[in-house]
């Protein structure tokens, strides 16, 4: 489904004009109806006969599974993906002609329910491979010895290099790091958040696959917005990007058009400008790192934010500024003169051919 997507996306891209904007509305429908049934014919080869095994045995585990706060939306997940399954089945099993155009509207209406698939089958993967939970064999002196050995190493800084990170099945964080002592570094496990107190040490590893052999598997991660589709996105909006804006400063020639292009930059709602546009990255940003409940999350949420308001101030200031040069009724003096670019003269072609050298004739040589 990733290739589908991507090569959907590049043949989209050359049906829109240089905004976003989707000009050619023929060629776009036809884009996607291909990018349809491409995706029904994946979903009948490498899903249809295993979905409802693979749903099956990711319910089994998850009855397994400790409670923890994630459990029941597995569920629900798990429920709405049968759903789809069972619907992009029963088109499987009763197909339009080949070619008709009720064939595209079964394969349009089924789009959703293989974007669904595609966007959390992974999580149905991962929760039926939930069946090696193996758990480290510290004995209580060796953890709080090898906790304090790693505390010691993050207070002396940069002794405790942290790889990687994953939630277990009871909801436990789980973080692999470097130990370094004496030139020597020690895989080690750490549960707990390694920036606040109260972590330990739970397993040493001579290297991170003999640790990812010992420790509990990671379980799917969460998503920032439950609703979201990488494989289902809305119609972009036009934007016009910071280097058009640019160029189009470089060759204005009066106050009024400089004044346009900064309130376009400034510019709100639907097609709002790019300094808007980096407001919401900002804010998006920082509601992702607040959503990882950790830390440093809370502090960088907190830094983004602060870089937020700074920038609506400085985006309120350049649409003051931009009205400001509107007002100004003025151009450019004449002694700003264009410069001709330098274009040297090409070489004159010569209208009859080169006269051929004339071949030596060799002295014959008698014996």
């Known amino acids: ?106 394969h349009t209406a089924v789009w959703l329910h293989l974007a669904a698939w595609a966007d959390h089958g992974s999580t149905a993967a991962g929760l039926a491979d939930q069946h090696h939970q193996s758990e480290p064999t510290l004995t209580d002196e060796e953890r709080q010895m090898w906790t304090d050995m790693a505390q010691a190493a993050q207070r002396r800084g940069g002794e405790l290099d942290l790889i990687e990170s994953w939630y277990a099945v009871d909801g436990r964080r789980i973080t692999l790091a470097y130990l370094v002592e004496d030139d020597t570094s020690t895989v080690i496990a750490v549960t707990g958040e390694p920036d606040a107190p109260g972590w330990e040490v739970i397993g040493h590893y001579a290297h991170k696959y003999a640790a990812g052999q010992a420790l509990p598997r990671a379980v799917p991660p969460g998503v920032l917005r439950p609703d979201a589709s990488r494989f289902n996105r809305p119609e972009p909006a036009p ?5 058009e804006l640019l160029q189009d400063v470089v060759e204005a020639r009066a106050a009024g058009d400089v004044s346009e292009v900064l309130l376009s930059a400034t510019q709100q709602g639907y097609d709002a400008g790019p300094m808007i546009r980096l407001q919401e990255l900002l804010d998006t940003d920082g509601q992702f790192a607040s959503a990882l409940e950790t830390v440093q999350g809370r502090q960088i949420a907190a830094q983004l ?10 985006t309120s200031e350049v649409h003051s500024a931009a009205e400001d040069l509107g ?12 410069k001709p670019p330098q274009i040297r003269p090409r070489p004159v072609l010569k209208t009859a051919p080169p006269a051929p050298t004339p071949r030596t004739t060799a002295t014959a040589r008698h014996p």
Request: no cysteine; aromatic share 4%; net charge neutral.
């Open 239 to 243: 934007e016009v990007s910071l280097q």
């Open 1 to 106: 489904m990733a290739v589908i997507d991507r090569e959907t996306e590049t043949v989209l891209d050359t049906v829109r004009d240089r905004y976003g904007r989707a000009v050619h509305h023929h060629a776009a429908s036809a884009t996607r109806a291909r990018r349809n049934q491409a995706a029904v014919e994946t979903y009948a080869t490498y899903l249809a006969p295993y979905g409802r095994h693979l749903l099956n045995a990711a319910r089994s585990a998850l009855d397994e599974l400790p409670p923890a706060r994630h459990t029941s939306a597995w569920r629900d997940l798990l429920d709405a993906l049968a759903a789809s399954h069972a619907e992009i089945v029963r088109v499987l099993d009763r197909p339009a002609a080949p070619g008709s155009a009720a064939e595209r509207e079964q």
């Open 305 to 314: 934010d602060g870089l937020g308001r700074q920038l609506a101030f400085l």
């Open 327 to 338: 007002a100004t009724v003025a151009v450019l003096p004449p002694h700003r003169t264009p």
